[in-house]
């Protein structure tokens, strides 16, 4: 559930758009899990994430007071490094 820190963003590479996608396991997965750090800070609960065009950037939501739902949740913007179909957050 979103409103859980036991929330987070995992995701799956292909070679090709139409796939087929083989998704990434431990411990290259969950790509975003409360507790990780990255350029925007300590995340807790994080969630629903988008990519820029160029893949440079991830876009998502996570707490705002970064430990509980209590005051929302807002939008983060997050560097992002590929390679090896391996993703990690910078």
């Given at each position: 559930?979103?409103?859980t820190t036991?929330?987070d963003?995992?995701?799956?590479?292909?070679?090709?758009i139409?796939?087929?996608?083989?998704?990434?396991?431990?411990?290259d997965?969950?790509?975003?899990?409360?507790g990780a750090?990255s350029?925007?800070?300590?995340?807790?609960?994080?969630?629903?994430?988008d990519?820029?065009?160029?893949?440079?950037n991830?876009?998502?939501?996570?707490?705002?007071?970064?430990?509980d739902?209590?005051?929302?949740r807002?939008?983060?913007?997050?560097?992002?490094?590929?390679?090896?179909?391996?993703?990690?957050?910078?």
């Open positions: 559930m979103y409103d036991k929330y963003v995992s995701y799956a590479t292909a070679s090709a139409a796939g087929s996608y083989t998704k990434a396991h431990a411990p997965a969950p790509l975003l899990v409360t750090s350029n925007v800070g300590e995340l807790s609960g994080p969630g629903g994430a990519f820029n065009g160029d893949g440079s991830i876009v998502f939501h996570a707490f705002e007071n970064g430990k739902i209590w005051n929302g807002a939008m983060y913007v997050a560097d992002i490094g590929a390679g090896n179909n391996i993703l990690s957050v910078l």
